[in-house]
T-cell receptor, first 118, second 108 residues
């Protein structure tokens, strides 16, 4: 099946620093990637939708200047948490939707990145 | 907004038991996903359904579009099946709506 990787799998940083998380589709092209965050014992919450070559679409309440998303190629999207604060500590998960009508509804999830901001 | 309700919220079973997790949603959808999340956090997509029934190993997923209901069944459950199972639906559009998950514990 299709594989999505995330890097790093976990990161600890100091308050005020920026952290970049990568999401890669390893064996397929993904025109659309999604970024989610998940708090402990909560469901996934969609943060933004990233389309290759265009600006990301952010969900209501998500600060686009704080969570910078770049989708520069069909296999890579990045999420940068700028000026991170302890309340940004969370589990960040990406998913990717393969190109092509036959798999339009199918999303493949990355393993997640656990961010801890001290 | 499409509400997604899962039941039960928590489930404990003995090894070998047949397990059913239910998912109901409120508006029309184009697809429904069943996902598995282990304690480490990573999510695995188990099934994507738009109609009928799918089977993979000991896992079976069914969906009834008219009743807006889906079930995930696990036959001959095993401790390694212990995880959170999440139902997610795709209304017209692109964004998945997630249920809150069912936490399953299978004891030896």
């Amino acid at each position: 099946g299709a594989v999505v990787s995330q890097h790093p799998s976990w990161v600890i940083c100091k308050s005020g620093t920026s952290v970049k998380i990568e999401c890669r589709s390893l064996d397929f092209q993904a025109t659309t990637m999604f970024w989610y965050r998940q708090f402990p014992k909560q469901s996934l919450m969609l943060m933004a939708t990233s389309n290759e070559g265009s600006k990301a679409t952010y969900e209501q309440g998500v600060e686009k200047d704080k969570f910078l998303i770049n989708h520069a190629s069909l296999t890579l999207s990045t999420l940068t948490v700028t000026s991170a604060h302890p309340e940004d500590s969370s589990f960040y998960i990406c998913s990717a939707r393969a190109s092509g009508a036959s798999s339009y509804n199918e999303q493949f999830f990355g393993p997640g990145t656990r961010l801890t901001v001290l | 907004k499409n509400e997604v309700e899962q039941s039960p919220q928590n489930l404990t079973a003995q090894e070998g038991e047949f397990i059913t997790i239910n998912c109901s949603y409120s508006v029309g959808i184009s697809a429904l996903h069943w996902l598995q999340q282990h304690p480490g956090g990573g999510i695995v997509s188990l099934f994507m359904l738009s109609s009928g029934k799918k089977k993979h190993g000991r896992l079976i997923a069914t969906i009834n579009i008219q009743e807006k209901h889906s079930s995930l069944h696990i036959t001959a459950s095993h401790p390694r099946d212990s995880a959170v199972y999440i139902c997610a639906v795709l209304p017209s559009g692109y964004a998945l709506n997630f249920g809150k998950g069912t936490s399953l514990l299978v004891t030896p």
